[in-house]
């Protein structure tokens, strides 16, 4: 069973530009949730969806948007990049819509912005 | 603000000793707390979970502790191995769906 796919694994991308990440769950899992790392901050959760609807934000700024297909892949972008948004962007997918499941990461997409 | 902590930023062991990493949570109403390990390059990989009605669960070589009393989790790695060295996270789940606030992580450094 393929794992959570992350692409693409790294992105360099200048001050003002705008960049989209994508993340493909796990066969089968429904809910997909986006995480910032940063050696600063640490982990810190940005949104979740289940069935194309986004169930809970983190504190981020409105330039951090996402979305959920119907195929369950989701992507998230951010908008007019800072350089503070330099981070790894860590997927997690999770089989039910219940609280409480397992949640699996992807490798990252690091993003550097410059 | 909402977060987990750790006590111990870096943790450096003999290989074959046990290892003990500990994490203070901050919401009593957290139900369900997960261990993951992150090695360099790579994303957090599942260790063991906990749900709040337990106190402690086993899984191969490794165990998590459970104490709301004092809002405390810990895990314990027996017979810490080279391998095992990476970064641990503990995280809880606030009762949102799939919203983990995570610790700031523990370095553990497994010396031959």
């Known amino acids: 069973k393929a794992g959570v796919t992350q692409t693409p694994r790294y992105l360099i991308k200048t001050r003002g530009q705008q960049v989209t990440l994508s993340c493909s769950p796990i066969?089968?899992?429904?809910?997909v949730s986006w995480y910032q790392q940063t050696p600063g901050q640490g982990l810190q959760f940005l949104f979740e969806?289940?069935?194309?609807?986004?169930?809970n934000k983190g504190n981020f700024p409105g330039r951090f948007s996402g979305r959920q297909f119907s195929n369950s892949r989701s992507e998230m972008n951010v908008s007019t990049l800072e350089l503070g948004d330099s981070a790894l962007y860590l997927c997690?997918?999770?089989?039910?819509?219940?609280?409480?499941?397992?949640?699996?990461f992807g490798q990252g997409t690091r993003l550097t912005v410059v | 603000g909402e977060s987990v902590g750790l006590h111990l930023p870096t943790l450096s062991v003999q290989e074959g000793d046990n290892s003990i990493i500990n994490c203070a949570y901050s919401?009593?109403?957290?139900?369900?707390f997960i261990w993951y390990k992150q090695e360099s390059g790579k994303g957090p990989q599942f260790i063991i979970d906990?749900?709040?009605?337990?106190d402690k669960r086993q899984g191969q070589r490794v165990t998590v502790l459970l104490n709301k009393t004092v809002k405390h989790l810990s895990l314990q790695i027996a017979a810490t191995q080279p391998g095992d060295s990476a970064v641990y996270f503990c995280?809880?789940?606030?009762?949102?769906?799939?919203?983990?606030?995570f610790g700031a992580g523990t370095r553990l450094a497994v010396h031959p």
């Open positions: 919401n009593s109403a957290s139900d369900y």
């Open positions: 906990i749900r709040s009605n337990m």
């Open positions: 969806y289940f069935s194309e609807t986004q169930r």
């Open positions: 997690a997918s999770s089989s039910r819509g219940a609280q409480n499941t397992e949640a699996f």
């Open positions: 066969s089968g899992h429904r809910s």
């Open positions: 995280a809880e789940n606030m009762g949102g769906y799939n919203k983990l606030i």
